[in-house]
């Protein structure tokens, strides 16, 4: 296995915005009016047993942290919310395979999932929404290790999974390159973007913020990677840039 490590001030990220990239948050949702979201939002609500509506709006936080996140380091991008969450951080495996085909089946090109689940009984039911979205197109980028729990749909090989590095500044980003069956993976900060006046430690922190980090590195590379739509096209690209 090789690695290589990349900053977003340098090739292949350097000067690209994820402009034109739409990027589905399957989270709590999204507060538009949050100063650290500053682009329009659009979203829907996926429902237990698939109903949709469109209150995607944000009452706990988490989505709209790891919203702007992403947007720091992407901020062009069509962002779409998936709302998941209602009050607590908590929601079904059907629920969220739901939320995947969904947000795939809607034109996303990236679905992050800051979030899973370690029942290896529901890797069969995730597995298949996410070959559904390889399908149409959409990479999913989700937690693939933290703590040492393995995280399901991040642990899977069609999917960018992340894991946190405490050592990896919130600029950079390092990638592992493994073998066909498992072709890239991926670690950066667990950091959301700094709030003026709030000291780091008091700050959010986790493996949620990682995953968004990488969102956000990747969505700057498909705005100039028109044809990745795979974990094995990532691992092509930043193959050839390292």
Do not use: Y
């Not at 996926?46 to 992403?70: K, L, N, Q, S, Y």
């Not at 999913?140 to 500044?169: F, Q, Y």
């Not at 073998?179 to 670690?187: G, R």
Request: charged content about 15%; aromatic content about 6%; glycine content about 10%.
């Amino acid at each position: 296995m090789s690695a290589a490590q990349f900053s977003a001030d340098a090739p292949p990220f350097v000067s690209l915005t994820g402009a034109g990239v739409r990027v589905a948050v399957i989270d709590s949702g999204v507060f538009p009016g949050n100063p650290h979201i500053g682009t329009s939002v659009s979203g829907v609500r996926i429902h237990p047993g698939g109903e949709t509506d469109d209150d995607f709006v944000d009452r706990i936080g988490h989505g709209t942290a790891v919203a702007a996140a992403i947007l720091e380091k992407a901020p062009r991008i069509e962002l779409f919310a998936v709302r998941v969450f209602d009050r607590t951080l908590s929601t079904s495996a059907n629920t969220l395979a739901e939320a995947i085909t969904w947000a795939a089946a809607n034109g996303a090109r990236l679905i992050n999932l800051s979030l899973g689940t370690p029942n290896p009984a529901r890797a069969a039911m995730l597995g298949a929404a996410v070959d559904e979205a390889v399908d149409a197109g959409a990479i999913v980028v989700a937690a693939r290790e933290s703590a040492g729990v393995t995280w399901l749909p991040g642990s899977l090989p069609t999917v960018a999974g992340v894991r946190l590095d405490a050592s990896c500044e919130r600029n950079d980003l390092r990638v592992s390159f493994g073998d066909w069956m498992h072709p890239v993976s991926f670690a950066a900060a667990g950091f959301p973007r700094p709030i003026p006046g709030v000291p780091v430690e008091r700050n959010l922190s986790g493996i949620s913020f990682a995953v968004a980090n990488v969102t956000g590195f990747l969505a700057r590379l498909l705005e100039a990677h028109e044809t990745i739509f795979d974990v094995a096209g990532l691992a092509r690209t930043l193959r050839a840039a390292s």
